[in-house]
C-alpha cells in the first residue's frame, strides 16, 4: 500500500460520475465495435489510426531490425561468398527453367484459340518488408497507400500465396495470413480440378490449413498441390497456395479431415511481394456474387445455357479454364449499366470474366450482364438480351446449369 | 495526493507499457508475457481514479486494439469495465498488503481474459491459444514489483 501513497481517503469518487462515464464508454465501444463489424463503416478512422500506429510498430519493431543489420554486416566473407554461389547457380537455373517460356505461353494461347499470346496475369509487384509480426496470424508490412496498395490486396512470398491486405494505413497495411482461421481460400487442387476452399488452421506452431468441406469420398490424398481457383475476387487462378499432407476419412463422418501445409514461409518470412493483376486478364480473380447480393443474386439463377460452341470443353483439371471464352469481350459494349470497370477493391469489382470457373454456368456475356443488372433488372434486361444475337436467349432457360458435374468423381 | 499526479506522467507510462506489450517476442514469450498495459491501467485506477480511470482504460484498450484485436471497441470495452470495477474498489484495494493485491490482480486479469475471450465468441472470431491464461499468473507475479516502480515514477 506504500506504493500508492497515504492520505487517499481525500481523493473520494464520486460515485455516480464514474458509473456514468463507465456506461459512456461502454456504449461508445460497443458501438465502435458493431460499426467496425460492418464492413468497414470505419475505414476512415483505422486509416488515421493506422497511420499514428505505424511508428510506434516501427520502434518496436527496431532492436530485431537493427540485430539482422547487425548480423548482416558482421556476415563473415566466406558466408557471404557462399551465399552469392548459390544464388548465382539459382539463377541459372531459373533462367534455364524460363527459358521456354515465352514459347509455351504462345502455344498455348494457339491452342486456347487466342489470336495473341496473354501477358502475364500479374501486372507489376512490390516488395514489402514485414515490420511487425502480431500474434493471431496477422503481420504489418511497410506499404500503404502511398505506394498504392489497396485493401484485400495479393500478398504472397516467392513460394506461394501468403494472405491479403485487410487494412490499409498511408505507410502501413495489414495483411491477414492464409493460416489465420478468419482466412479462407478459394482452391482447386491441381491433380483432380477439385475447387474447395482453405481455412487457415490457426494454430501457432503448426501453420496450416484445413479442407473442411470435402466430402468423405473426395479425390484427395497427400501430396496433392493446391492452387488458386480464381475464385471469391481476391486472388487470381493458378497461383501455388500449399500441400495436402494428411488425410483422414472416417466412415461415419460425412466429411473428411484434410490439412495442408502452405508452400509460402508464412511464419519465417522477412519480406513479402505486393501484387497487381491485370483486370481483364481471364485468369484475374473473378468476382462472383458480391455485387449482386442487393438483387438477392440472381447469377444463381437458372441461365440460358451457351451458345453452341466446339465441343472442345476445356476438362475440368484446367485450373485456367475461363481462357477458353474469347467472346467475352464482344458482350462488353452493353455494360454501362453493370460492370463498371472500377479498381479491383474489396469487392474484387464486377469483371467480365465473371463466373467462367465458378459455381454457375458459364454464361456468355449477355446473360452475365442480366445477372449483374442493379435492381429494376426485369425492365432492362430485356433491350440488354436483345442487341446481342438471339442465340442464346430462348434455348432452354430452365435448365440448372450443369456446374456440379466435375465434383462428384 | 492522486489528484495531484500529472497527467503526463500517467499517459507517458501507459504508452511504455503499450509498447512493451506489442513488443515482439517469440511464440512463447508471448504467452508468458504479462499484459503490462492492462496493470498500469490497473494501478493508475487504484492509485488516482480521478485522473486516470475509465477514460484511460479505454483509450488505452483502444490503442491496444489498434495494434492486435481483429475488432476495434473490443480491449477498449473491457479495459474499461475493469479500471471501472478497480476504481470503484481502489480503497479496498489500495488497503491490502502486497500479497492479497496480487491474488486481487490475478482474479482481475482472469476476468479480464475471459471477458476478451467472450467477446471472441461473440463477434464470431478464434480464440486464441488456451496457454494465454499463463499471463494472468505471470502479471499476479509481476504486479508487486510493477507497482513498486510506478509508484516510484509517480514521486520522482
Known sequence: ?409 | MSSEVPRGRILFSTLIALVLTVLPLPQYGDYIRPSFLVLTVLYWSVAAPRTAGVGLGWFAGLLLDVFQGPVLGQHALVLALVSFITALEHQRIRSKPMFQQSLIVLFVLAFYNGVVLAIDGWTGHPLPNPLLWIQCATGALIWAPAATLLAQGRRA
Open chain 1, 1 to 409: 500500500m506504500a506504493a500508492f501513497g497515504t492520505g487517499g481517503s481525500r481523493s473520494q469518487v464520486r460515485g455516480p460520475s464514474l458509473g456514468f462515464r463507465f456506461t459512456l464508454y461502454a456504449i461508445l465501444s460497443i458501438v465502435v465495435m458493431f460499426l467496425d463489424q460492418r464492413h468497414g463503416w470505419l475505414e476512415r478512422a483505422r486509416f488515421v489510426l493506422q497511420a499514428g500506429a505505424y511508428p510506434v510498430q516501427v520502434a518496436v519493431n527496431s532492436p530485431s531490425t537493427v540485430w539482422n543489420w547487425l548480423s548482416q554486416s558482421f556476415e563473415s566473407r566466406d558466408a557471404l561468398r557462399a551465399e552469392n554461389a548459390r544464388l548465382v547457380k539459382q539463377q541459372h537455373e531459373l533462367e534455364l527453367r524460363t527459358m521456354r517460356y515465352d514459347a509455351l505461353t504462345r502455344e498455348n494461347g494457339e491452342l486456347r484459340g487466342l489470336k495473341d499470346a496473354l501477358p502475364p496475369v500479374a501486372d507489376r509487384w512490390l516488395a514489402a518488408e514485414i515490420v511487425t509480426d502480431s500474434h493471431h496470424q496477422r503481420i504489418v508490412i511497410n506499404r500503404g497507400t502511398t505506394n498504392g496498395v489497396f485493401k484485400a490486396q495479393v500478398v504472397m512470398d516467392d513460394k506461394g500465396v501468403i494472405g491479403q491486405t485487410t487494412h490499409v494505413g498511408p505507410w502501413s497495411a495489414e495483411v491477414i495470413l492464409i493460416t489465420n482461421p478468419e482466412h479462407a481460400i478459394p482452391v482447386t487442387i491441381e491433380r483432380t480440378g477439385l475447387r474447395t476452399i482453405a481455412v487457415g488452421a490457426g494454430d501457432d506452431e503448426s501453420n496450416s490449413l484445413g479442407l473442411p468441406y470435402l466430402p468423405g469420398n473426395a479425390d484427395v490424398k497427400p501430396g496433392d498441390q493446391l492452387v488458386t481457383s480464381g475464385l471469391g475476387g481476391v486472388f487470381p487462378a493458378g497461383y501455388p497456395v500449399g500441400r495436402v499432407v494428411e488425410v483422414h476419412r472416417d466412415a461415419v463422418q460425412p466429411l473428411a479431415h484434410v490439412r495442408a501445409t502452405p508452400y509460402a514461409d508464412v511464419n519465417t518470412d522477412r519480406e513479402v511481394m505486393l501484387v497487381w493483376f491485370r483486370e481483364d486478364h481471364p485468369a484475374a480473380p473473378a468476382s462472383t456474387a458480391a455485387p449482386d447480393l442487393k438483387v438477392g443474386n440472381k447469377t444463381l439463377q437458372p441461365q440460358p445455357t451457351p451458345p453452341p460452341r466446339p465441343k472442345a470443353t476445356a476438362p475440368a483439371a484446367q485450373p485456367a479454364k475461363p481462357m477458353g471464352q474469347p467472346e467475352t469481350p464482344a458482350g462488353t459494349p452493353p455494360a454501362t449499366n453493370s460492370t463498371a470497370p472500377h479498381a479491383p477493391n474489396s469487392s474484387g469489382g464486377a469483371r467480365k470474366p465473371t463466373s467462367p470457373s465458378g459455381t454457375v454456368n458459364p454464361p456468355p456475356a449477355p446473360s452475365s450482364n442480366r445477372g449483374t443488372a442493379p435492381a429494376p433488372a426485369s425492365a432492362e434486361a430485356a433491350p440488354a438480351t436483345k442487341e446481342p444475337a438471339p442465340v442464346e436467349a430462348p434455348k432452354n432457360p430452365t435448365i440448372e446449369p450443369p456446374a456440379d458435374a466435375p465434383r462428384n468423381p
